[in-house]
């Protein structure tokens, strides 16, 4: 079977919020791949560029006319080839030249294509005989922050995590129960909640930031007991996008409050403790590596974890590895490209 990539495909699609994004098809000899381009709502500033000037059109322009005629011939087997090709092609550190949204889609095509020219699945061609766990799944519950509008909280995931659980199918099914038991709360709560969702899924209400902890925490003791196993829940604070540079302060603006660097580490600290999280991502603005460092020291079974932090970056990585700013980091390998 071969594996050499006759032919490149690409397309404009549309993504969960509507917004313009890229699918591309890699056709080998003996296989065939397909992958479309993610991008967050929240962006950390150390994230490739998406797209060209020009946006998906000039994406889509550049990967007939300059992309796809250097790609052909190649084997989809030898992904870093493809990977070091699509680097020197764009000739830039942030694919500001052909976009990062394209050379991921263009890379993660390659490799599903050939995965299916040995006829394995992705995992089983990237991970071997070793690849056969499936981590636990975070359930996103309730949204604010940048992923809604209006009266919802500041924090913007309040996020589920059986952590109890045996397999994947039990932490996917408590995940559901605990999604829906808030949505039952929620009807309570706010007497406006019309079971409005965001684009990742999760409920979108007027409620607090204090309140949503407060729901999800009675949801996750509920569905505890009924399973008989422990449903831990953290959040995702996203402060970059709380953070006011020119103030030094990060502004809760639905809960009325600014709070400087050190009242936000005793903010973080005491819903952890309150709360019992188990999961606190990017609780401090994107370059405050010291913040993370400081509140890692001070936690015990409860993951600090990097997303805006590190943007899947090796060179963030290595700086936050040196100080201890996190104990997880989230990898999203478009941030990157």
Not at 123 to 139: D, K
Not at 146 to 151: D, L, S, V
Not at 162 to 182: M, R, V
Not at 257 to 262: E, V
């Amino acid at each position: 079977m071969s594996s050499t990539i006759e032919d490149i495909i690409a397309r404009k699609i549309f993504n969960s919020r509507g917004e313009e994004t890229i699918e591309v098809d890699v056709i080998t000899a003996s296989g065939f791949g397909r992958a479309s381009a993610p991008s967050g709502k929240s962006r950390g500033n150390a994230e490739v560029v998406y797209y060209p000037q020009g946006g998906v059109d000039q994406a889509l322009k550049k990967i007939d006319e300059l992309i796809a005629p250097e790609i052909a011939g190649l084997n989809a087997d030898s992904q870093e080839e493809i990977d070091n090709m699509l680097h020197e092609i764009d000739g830039t550190e942030n694919f500001s030249n052909i976009g990062g949204n394209t050379a991921f889609a263009i890379s993660l095509a390659s490799a599903e294509a050939a995965a299916n020219s040995h006829s394995l699945l992705l995992f089983q061609f990237l991970g071997g005989n070793l690849a056969n766990t499936l981590p636990y799944p975070l359930g996103n519950c309730i949204s604010g922050g940048a992923h809604t509008r209006g009266k919802s909280p500041d924090i913007q995931e309040y996020l589920a995590l059986p952590y109890g659980a045996e397999s994947f199918l039990e932490a996917a099914t408590a995940n559901a129960l605990i999604h829906k038991k808030i949505g039952d709360a929620l009807k309570k709560k706010d007497k406006l909640f019309n079971g409005g969702i965001s684009s990742e899924g999760a409920w979108i209400a007027n409620i607090g930031n204090v309140d949503a902890l407060e729901v999800i925490s009675k949801a996750c003791e509920e569905v505890s007991n009924e399973l008989d196993f422990e449903c831990g829940f953290g959040v995702d604070a996203a402060a970059s996008s709380l953070w006011n540079e020119k103030e030094g302060k990060y502004v809760y603006e639905n809960e009325g409050k600014k709070r400087d660097s050190a009242e936000q580490l005793e903010f973080i600290l005491d819903l952890i403790e309150k709360y019992h999280l188990v999961y606190v991502e990017d609780p401090f603005h994107e370059e405050d590596f010291e913040s993370f460092a400081e509140l890692t020291k001070k936690v015990n079974d409860c993951l600090i974890c990097g997303d805006d932090l590190f943007t899947t970056n090796s060179e963030r990585l290595n700086r936050g590895i040196k100080i201890n700013a996190a104990n997880a980091i989230i990898i999203k390998v478009n941030q990157i490209g």
